[in-house]
């Protein structure tokens, strides 16, 4: 069973950077995709950046966000600069094992708990 830790969030100002880390078990890490979602209260959870192969964005993201992965250390990484309000949201890590990096949610097997990024204005 694959487990995920998230960390690395927290309050920021608008502008700002948060770099998230997820933590994940397993010794077949490396073959997985990896992925970054988030979900607003009343919202679906929403496709960030994923990692397999190669790494994909969704446009929300793209220049502002960067996803990267340290093998060595089973974790995966979401490094997001220039912060605007409306990224305020939990942040999900999530595994599929089948090593995808596909954007959609159910394709991923095993997701984290979530950690809570807010951006102030």
């Known amino acids: 069973q694959v487990q995920l830790v998230e960390s690395g969030g927290g309050l920021v100002q608008a502008g700002g950077s948060l770099k998230l880390s997820c933590a994940a078990s397993?010794?077949?890490?490396?073959?997985?995709?990896m992925g970054w979602f988030r979900q607003a209260p009343g919202e679906e959870r929403d496709f960030v950046a994923s990692?397999?192969?190669?790494?994909y964005y969704a446009d929300s993201g793209k220049g502002r966000f960067t996803i990267s992965r340290d093998n060595a250390k089973n974790t995966v990484y979401l490094q997001m600069n220039s912060l605007i309000p409306e990224d305020t949201s939990v942040y999900y890590c999530?595994?599929?094992?089948?090593?995808?990096?596909?954007?959609?949610?159910?394709?991923?097997?095993?997701w984290g708990q979530g950690t809570q990024v807010t951006v102030s204005s």
């Open positions: 990692i397999g192969n190669s790494t």
């Open positions: 397993g010794r077949t890490f490396s073959t997985y995709a």
């Open positions: 999530a595994a599929d094992e089948w090593g995808v990096a596909t954007p959609t949610v159910i394709e991923y097997e095993h």
